[in-house]
């Protein structure tokens, strides 16, 4: 753990943007189980709700999800499951495989991050196929669970790499993004909304209903912020691109 406690008010952030979102009617699910969601009825109010690097502080959420009887993905970067959150800019560790195992199969979806969650774009073809391939079955062969989503480091990609999660037998697959999905988005480029600190309950619900405006200036410089909180992105669907 971090020295200062960052986790207390993420933590009762958490507690309140999930509060308000369900308070508006909001569904809150992992990924794989939003988009079935959201094929059976386009007008279902589902939140998809993601966390990136599988950090250990991770351990907090699942009696959240429990409170607001929500589900969540966690995406795990599998070289680095055990060990120091280094390679993700993290002061604490990633979950081992022993955390993994025990988070509730029926709240958390376990996706894979990459293997050594290295930025997609300065891999070849086959050196992506690799770390793709080598961390969804390291997930599967090590928590004996099916692996549908993946999200790419550093929260962007290109259809170059779209195509070769999707052959590795992935169902779907995220990027940052910072809008709302539309219905001609490919299932291997979602985007994200970025869910900051700073977001109380009536931000929360403007962001998944309207997008990220207003939101976006200083996104970047979190991309991999010190706040543990801002590491939740949250998909949701809509009828139409907003940027
Ligand atoms: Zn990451």
Redesign the pocket.
């Known amino acids: 753990m971090a020295s200062a406690d960052p986790l207390t008010v993420p933590r009762q952030v958490i507690d309140e943007q999930w509060s308000a979102l369900r308070s508006a009617g909001w569904r809150l699910l992992g990924l794989t189980q939003a988009l079935q969601a959201h094929a059976a009825d386009p007008g279902a109010k589902v939140l998809g709700v993601t966390f ?2 599988g950090r250990d502080d991770f351990a907090l959420v699942p009696d959240l999800l429990v409170r607001h009887d929500a589900r969540a993905t966690l ?1 795990v ?1 599998t070289a680095h499951v055990g060990g120091p959150g280094g390679p ?1 800019h993290y002061a604490g560790r990633v979950m081992s495989w022993e955390e993994l195992a025990e988070l509730p199969q029926d709240r958390v979806e376990i996706g894979s ?1 990459s293997h050594r ?1 290295m930025p997609t774009d300065v891999l070849t073809d086959r050196e992506l196929a690799v770390e793709v391939a080598t961390s969804r079955e390291a997930l599967q062969d090590r928590l004996g669970r099916p692996v549908w989503s993946f ?1 790419y ?3 962007y990609a290109a259809p170059r790499q779209a195509r070769i999660v999707a052959s590795a037998g992935f169902r779907n697959a995220c990027v940052v993004g910072r809008r709302l999905s539309g219905w001609a988005d490919d299932l291997f480029l979602l985007p994200r909304l970025q869910v900051l600190p700073e977001h109380g309950g009536r931000q929360i619900i403007a962001l998944v209903e309207r997008g990220e405006r207003g939101w976006v200036p200083r996104i970047k410089e979190f991309a991999h912020p010190p706040w543990r909180m801002v590491r939740q992105g949250v998909y949701r669907t809509s009828g139409r691109v907003l940027t």
């Open positions: 990136d690097d995406y970067p993700v991050h969650h999200c480091p550093n929260g």
